[in-house]
């Protein structure tokens, strides 16, 4: 593959792979906006990225009553402009997991994560103008042949047909920012799906038709699960902690609350939510904590050599575990539930038998474990254990 021709990149991101490229920002840096601005939105490519003319640029839909049926993007922009803000997340802490065991993938950090204004045409109305047939159980699949791509011959994804429906929600974005889209972003023409994993988010979509799911054996990765991050940690006074984070709730609906725990999870403390917009968006919060120390036993030290983590131990979502001797725990609340399913004393409580398994092997019994299979915690690792003085 030819990348000489790429655009320049934002100075501002870790690069985890050059070719493709692949970089993200720090999640410190982050949650000092509620906006993310360009320079720290990450960039997950599978191939080279190429600039395009934008008068020459079109996309074909096919499916409906009028058979293809082609757009210009100054077509696209002569249509009533949607607004909408939302968060934009890849697949996160691989590099964490390698530090476990080989991992495939990227290595990704805790910085895949954007919270963008996208401006674009409302993928419902052109479905509608091209007379497509509302079946059930049908996908809109996306494909992108304008660059190649390192895993097969051209980039798509899919996502159902009820969501492509859904009023106000998926745009066809020409826009990020109130900017023109770049390149490095998809531009001049991307897929945004708010609530769903970016890898539904094609970039240069070029044509979109309706078909048939073609894996049915087991449902596809569409919507984000609940998910928390704590992005920094600092210590202001000897046992005092000013904590900052952000949570995505994906398609569940608005995060309602958040709480920390320095103690196991013994006591909870409300966290301040300081940035929500709209139902789509990230939330940003921020806490104070104190952490008591008992006489005669050990105190926390700041270690800022670490950073905050999830453990995808099996490589699957919705199957998570946090591992902790020292840390602060994040519990996400939606719609005034807890998702938590508290702390297990002992890995072998664990009921997913993988799961378990590598519990077990890295934790060793014994060890306390946060069994978050059914939830999202965080473990924040940015503290170790020394003997007090």
Same mark, same amino acid.
């Given at each position: 593959?030819?990348?000489?021709?790429?655009?320049?990149? =934002?100075?501002?991101?870790?690069?985890?792979?050059?070719?493709?490229?692949?970089?993200? &920002?720090?999640?410190?840096?982050?949650?000092?906006?509620?906006?993310?601005?360009?320079?720290?939105?990450?960039?997950?490519?599978?191939?080279?990225?190429?600039?395009?003319?934008?008068?020459? /640029?079109?996309?074909?839909?096919?499916?409906?009553?009028?058979?293809?049926?082609?757009?210009?993007?100054?077509?696209?922009?002569?249509?009533?402009?949607?607004? %909408?803000?939302?968060?934009?997340?890849?697949?996160?802490?691989? #590099? $964490?997991?390698?530090?476990?065991?080989?991992?495939? *993938?990227?290595?990704?950090?805790?910085?895949?994560?954007?919270?963008?204004?996208?401006?674009?045409?409302?993928?419902?109305?052109? +479905? !509608?103008?091209?007379?497509?047939?509302?079946?059930?159980?049908?996908?809109?699949?996306?494909?992108?042949?304008?660059?190649?791509?390192?895993?097969?011959?051209?980039?798509?994804?899919?996502?159902?047909?009820?969501?492509?429906?859904?009023? *106000?929600?998926? %745009?066809?974005? /020409?826009?990020?920012?109130?900017?023109?889209?770049?390149?490095?972003?998809? *531009?001049?023409?991307?897929?945004?799906?708010?609530?769903?994993?970016?890898?539904?988010?094609? !970039?240069?979509?070029? =044509?979109? $038709?309706?078909? !048939? &799911?073609?894996?049915?054996?087991?449902?596809?990765?569409?919507?984000?699960?609940?998910?928390?991050?704590?992005?920094?940690?600092?210590?202001?006074?000897?046992?005092?902690?000013?904590?900052?984070?952000?949570?995505?709730?994906?398609?569940? *609906?608005?995060?309602?609350?958040?709480?920390?725990?320095?103690?196991?999870?013994?006591?909870?403390?409300?966290?301040?939510?300081?940035?929500?917009?709209?139902?789509?968006?990230?939330?940003?919060?921020?806490?104070?904590?104190?952490? !008591?120390?008992?006489?005669?036993?050990?105190?926390?030290?700041?270690?800022?050599?670490?950073?905050?983590? %999830?453990?995808?131990?099996?490589?699957? +979502?919705?199957?998570?575990?946090?591992?902790?001797?020292?840390?602060? +725990?994040?519990?996400?609340?939606?719609?005034?539930?807890?998702?938590?399913?508290?702390?297990?004393?002992?890995?072998?409580?664990?009921?997913?038998?993988?799961?378990?398994?590598?519990? $077990?092997?890295?934790?060793?019994?014994?060890?306390?474990?946060?069994?978050?299979?059914?939830?999202?915690?965080?473990?924040?690792? /940015?503290?170790? #254990?020394?003997?007090?003085?």
């Amino acid at each position: 593959m030819d990348y000489s021709a790429e655009p320049i990149h =934002s100075a501002l991101l870790n690069v985890q792979q050059s070719q493709p490229f692949n970089a993200e &920002p720090p999640a410190s840096a982050l949650v000092e906006f509620s906006i993310t601005p360009e320079d720290l939105v990450y960039c997950r490519n599978h191939g080279p990225v190429r600039e395009f003319d934008d008068s020459a /640029y079109s996309i074909v839909i096919k499916g409906g009553d009028k058979g293809k049926v082609q757009f210009s993007l100054t077509e696209l922009k002569a249509f009533p402009k949607t607004r %909408i803000v939302a968060a934009l997340q890849a697949s996160i802490r691989r #590099k $964490e997991m390698g530090a476990i065991r080989p991992v495939h *993938g990227v290595p990704w950090a805790d910085g895949v994560i954007a919270n963008c204004r996208w401006g674009g045409v409302l993928l419902s109305e052109l +479905l !509608k103008l091209v007379g497509l047939n509302m079946q059930e159980n049908l996908h809109i699949c996306f494909e992108s042949h304008s660059t190649l791509c390192q895993d097969d011959t051209f980039y798509g994804a899919s996502i159902p047909l009820a969501k492509a429906m859904e009023n *106000g929600s998926v %745009i066809l974005a /020409y826009e990020m920012n109130d900017e023109p889209l770049s390149a490095d972003h998809g *531009g001049p023409l991307r897929v945004v799906v708010p609530g769903y994993l970016g890898a539904r988010w094609v !970039k240069w979509v070029q =044509s979109k $038709e309706t078909a !048939k &799911p073609l894996w049915d054996q087991y449902p596809s990765m569409t919507a984000l699960p609940l998910n928390s991050v704590v992005a920094t940690v600092n210590c202001e006074e000897d046992d005092e902690l000013f904590v900052k984070g952000y949570a995505i709730a994906g398609a569940t *609906g608005k995060v309602q609350a958040i709480e920390i725990s320095v103690d196991y999870g013994k006591t909870w403390h409300n966290a301040r939510i300081i940035y929500q917009e709209g139902r789509w968006s990230w939330t940003l919060w921020e806490a104070e904590v104190t952490c !008591k120390v008992e006489e005669g036993k050990s105190k926390f030290n700041f270690d800022n050599t670490l950073s905050p983590s %999830i453990y995808h131990l099996s490589l699957m +979502l919705g199957k998570l575990v946090h591992y902790t001797v020292d840390a602060v +725990l994040l519990s996400t609340v939606v719609a005034g539930i807890r998702r938590s399913s508290g702390l297990s004393p002992d890995a072998s409580v664990i009921p997913d038998p993988t799961v378990r398994s590598v519990a $077990e092997k890295f934790l060793g019994v014994g060890e306390t474990v946060f069994d978050v299979i059914q939830a999202t915690a965080v473990n924040s690792s /940015y503290f170790k #254990k020394s003997s007090s003085s």
